[in-house]
């Protein structure tokens, strides 16, 4: 029995969710390490402490899982075990923002079947509901930004379709017909990309990479995007190559020069260059628009950001420029800065692996979450 028992313990220990034991009177008789975690607790301080002191616990309605209406006390009182889906823990000894848990409590019958106790188990549901979050936020981005250009293509097919237009009319329309498509495919691809990059799907075949020819590559592929913004690229002969992927640089560059002609004022000029520097090529993509408030800049690469300010939010987009080109940077064994000020422009500056020595055969190296 003492065996027994034992195992019990160890089973629980060992456990990945809080677990937390309670008598009758809900007085903490044990709890394990991940409930010591969870709560703050120690299980010496906890141990003879009403289950109120320990588990400040309450769900969306304000329902407290200790009060005489809840969760607890119902269990204890009819026998039954009490499930609630969605709730908040209060950290109050840490003063840590509130935890979403899910939680169970089961009562504990003795020898005679009466209730003697009951067994809360709690589970950090946070995890699974930023995966909810993050994949709700991508469809609610993805259906705005896809929404604009799909009523742009039906109106100018309407036009097309209705009306007798002169040859240059035709091709205007065309025109724009074909940069509203550019603009939902180019949408589509980040929506893959960051599906690729999360499941750990991507990876980068390294090779011997010349630069000049992606750089030179980009200029021309942004250059349909500048209408009122000029461009200048500027590229050292001598630029030496660098351990690369040519797709990946090229997209890497192209997010960051196209989010310079978004966040710039008409009559403004972007620039590309890259230079050698101790052993790196970097690259540098510098504007002269809106700039970026300090308290953003902590967060400028997170999934779905976008700063909370007029002047950034008048621009189309759905935050996943900036987590993409991290990610592939990281991929690539570089490193992505950004300097800005407000109202000044800003420099995004990528720093990648000179390639000095050429290697046997080239590397595969797997994307990581």
């Not at 498509?181 to 010349?210: P, Q, Y």
């Not at 997170?302 to 990610?327: C, H, Q, S």
Request: glycine share 6%.
């Amino acid at each position: 029995m003492a065996r027994d028992r034992t195992l019990a313990e160890q089973a629980f220990e060992q456990f990945p969710q809080a677990v937390v034991l309670v008598d009758r009177d809900t007085a903490v008789l044990w709890t394990n390490s991940a409930a010591e975690r969870l709560t703050g607790w120690s299980r010496t301080d906890a141990a003879g402490r009403p289950a109120a002191d320990i588990l400040e616990v309450r769900t969306e309605t304000g329902v407290n899982l200790c009060a005489p209406n809840g969760a607890l006390r119902r269990a204890l009182r009819v026998g039954a075990s009490v499930n609630t889906h969605f709730a908040y823990l209060f950290r109050l000894r840490t003063s840590d923002d509130p935890v979403r848990i899910a939680y169970t409590v089961a009562p504990q019958r003795g020898k005679d079947k009466n209730v003697v106790g009951a067994m809360i188990v709690i589970h950090d549901v946070t995890p699974e509901l930023e995966t909810i979050e993050a994949r709700d936020a991508l469809m609610l981005a993805a259906s705005h930004e896809l929404k604009t250009p799909l009523t742009t293509l039906k109106g100018l097919s309407d036009l097309l379709l209705d009306f007798e237009l002169s040859e240059p009319q035709r091709r205007e329309l065309l025109l724009d017909l074909h940069g509203q498509a550019d603009r939902m495919e180019r949408l589509i691809e980040d929506i893959l990309d960051v599906s690729r990059i999360d499941s750990g799907r991507v990876s980068v075949d390294l090779s011997r990479l010349d630069v000049a020819p992606v750089v030179q590559r980009v200029c021309e592929d942004v250059r349909p995007m500048l209408r009122d913004h000029s461009l200048r690229c500027r590229i050292p002969e001598d630029l030496p190559p660098i351990w690369g992927e040519a797709r990946k640089l090229h997209q890497i560059l192209v997010n960051l020069t196209t989010n310079a002609i978004k966040y710039s004022e008409p009559g403004t000029q972007v620039t590309l260059s890259a230079r050698v520097e101790q052993g790196y090529v970097r690259f540098d993509v510098q504007d002269q628009g809106v700039g970026i408030r300090k308290q953003h800049m902590a967060r400028l690469f997170e999934k779905f950001y976008r700063a909370d300010d007029p002047a950034v939010r008048r621009a189309a987009g759905t935050g996943l420029g900036l987590y993409i080109v991290r990610n592939l940077v990281n991929m690539l064994g570089g490193h992505v800065s950004v300097r800005s000020r407000p109202g000044k422009g800003s420099v995004f500056t990528v720093t990648l692996p000179q390639a000095e020595v050429p290697q046997a055969s080239p590397r595969l190296v797997a994307a990581s979450r």
